[in-house]
């Protein structure tokens, strides 16, 4: 069969708007997909301490409720001071189910650190642990302490009630899991793991030896 060119444009004319239409469906797809992807999560910059560039990383997946993580931040401070420089220190989540209010404490922390008072509200939590961890509603607790800290209460309130940041504190609690945690505060220097303040103070700075250089 021969074609013209007349009977050749007549074709393509015809099966143009399917070919448009066709294409149009693929990158509805695609977009749909694209629109599916998360990128990997990532500690927030708020949670962390130290430069960037130092050569040692201490993780820490601790609960606010957990008296043990209370005393245990004394040992995590005097450590970050004696090897200034030379670590960074990632603050992980890891409330306990054991624990009534440590989840909303996780969470309300969070909503400190985005406003950029992360740390303020962590030692308010944790200074005060005794106050609101027995308390038979702790939101009045976690909203005075982010007034203390000069928050944007009406953001703070709604970020609170809507639970709009605990996705972070959900994938803290389930990284913490596929690494074996089970009891805070636990500690990770490279892939040495401490528990509690104990090791921490007597095996921290042998182990940031070994993991970084001088």
């Known amino acids: 069969m021969s074609l ?3 009977s050749v444009v ?4 015809r099966l143009l708007p399917g070919f448009i239409l066709g294409a149009a ?3 509805a797809v695609l977009s749909a997909r694209q629109s599916s992807w998360t990128a990997p999560f990532q500690v927030p ?3 962390q301490q130290g430069p960037a560039s130092a ?4 993780v820490e997946f601790s609960d606010f409720e957990c008296a043990n993580c209370a005393k245990a931040r004394i040992a995590v401070h005097e450590l970050l001071e004696r090897q200034k420089g030379r670590v960074r220190l990632q603050f992980r989540h890891f409330p306990l189910k054991t624990h009534r209010w440590s989840s909303m404490a996780a969470l309300a ?3 400190a650190g985005v406003q950029g008072r992360f740390w303020e509200y962590h030692d308010l939590l944790f200074e005060n642990q005794k106050e609101w961890a027995k308390a ?5 607790f976690f909203i005075e302490y982010a007034r203390r800290t000069g928050l944007d209460m009406e953001r703070f309130r709604q970020d609170l009630a809507g639970g709009r940041w605990m996705p972070l504190v959900q994938n803290d609690l389930e990284d913490g899991k596929s690494r074996g945690v089970n009891a805070t505060p636990t500690f990770f220097i490279g892939a040495r793991r401490l528990v509690g303040e104990s090791q921490l103070r007597a095996y921290g700075d042998q182990f940031v030896e070994i993991e970084g250089p001088k």
Do not use: E, M, Q, Y
Request: glycine content about 8%; charged content about 30%.
């Open 136 to 140: 038979d509603d702790a939101r009045g």
């Open 10 to 13: 007549s074709i393509a004319k």
């Open 4 to 6: 013209n060119k007349g």
């Open 45 to 47: 910059s708020f949670r």
């Open 55 to 58: 050569p040692v990383l201490l």
């Open 109 to 111: 922390a969070d909503c």
């Open 25 to 27: 469906l693929v990158v």
